[in-house]
């Protein structure tokens, strides 16, 4: 059984602060995305990621994949309060269609 | 151009009343899916639509729940008996799976609450 887990959970930053949020994932996979939600919103797609070694990057947000250690990483960089949302990595499982199992989510609060 | 739309938004419901949820998806988009997502967690996977191939059905989580599709437009999600422990939000999805990334994108959802 595919599982996804994301760490932490929940993290409270400051503005202007650096973090990271991990999304490790327990089988091979061909994709795997990152999505925001805001409070009482839908799933906005903010990246996929197809191959071993993929960067991307979007403003202050960038996401990487390190398909042998079957990590990715979401990393914030000088965080505005803008940017406060839960945020989700999601994977699917080759065969699968598309079929996607996402992470438990990570609450992002950043603070003035 | 339109994203993906469900209604109603908000339903409430007495236990064990039937409900129906609408989806509509992006124009073209020939895959759809169904998630619910309960009170702070993540995305569970309920049923998959793909043209006209069989739906995946894996994720359903008992037989009161069903879904169709009408060729590769609107989806209905039935649940039927509907009990407290259903109460979430059911997003849907669409995608057009000939491209590498197949993103899947989510309506606004229903928000589901039983009595």
């Known amino acids: 059984e595919l599982k996804v887990e994301q760490n932490p959970l929940f993290l409270s930053m400051q503005e202007g602060k650096n973090y990271t949020i991990y999304c490790n994932y327990s089988?091979?996979?061909?994709?795997l995305y990152w999505y925001r939600q805001d409070p009482g919103k839908s799933l906005e797609s903010l990246f996929v990621l197809l191959s071993n070694g993929a960067v991307k990057q979007e403003g202050r947000l960038m996401a990487s994949l390190d398909t042998k250690a079957r990590l990715s990483t979401l990393h914030i960089t000088a965080a505005v309060h803008d940017l406060s949302a839960t945020y989700f990595c999601?994977?699917?499982?080759?065969?699968?269609?598309?079929?996607?199992?996402f992470g438990t989510g990570t609450r992002l609060q950043v603070t003035l | 151009g339109a994203g993906v739309s469900q209604s109603p938004s908000n339903k409430v419901t007495e236990k064990g009343k039937d409900v129906e949820l609408r989806c509509d998806p992006i124009s073209g988009h020939t895959a759809l899916y169904w998630y619910r997502q309960r009170l702070g967690q993540g995305l569970e996977f309920l049923i998959y639509f793909q043209g006209n191939s069989a739906p995946d059905k894996s994720g359903l989580p008992s037989d009161r729940f069903s879904a169709e599709r009408t060729g590769e437009s609107v989806s209905t999600l039935t649940i039927q008996r509907t009990q407290q422990e259903d109460s979430a939000v059911y997003l849907c999805?669409?995608?057009?799976?000939?491209?590498?990334?197949?993103?899947?994108?989510f309506g606004p959802g229903t928000r589901l609450t039983v009595l």
């Open positions: 999805a669409s995608s057009f799976p000939g491209t590498s990334a197949d993103t899947q994108y």
């Open positions: 089988t091979t996979s061909d994709r």
């Open positions: 999601a994977v699917d499982k080759p065969g699968t269609a598309s079929k996607l199992t």
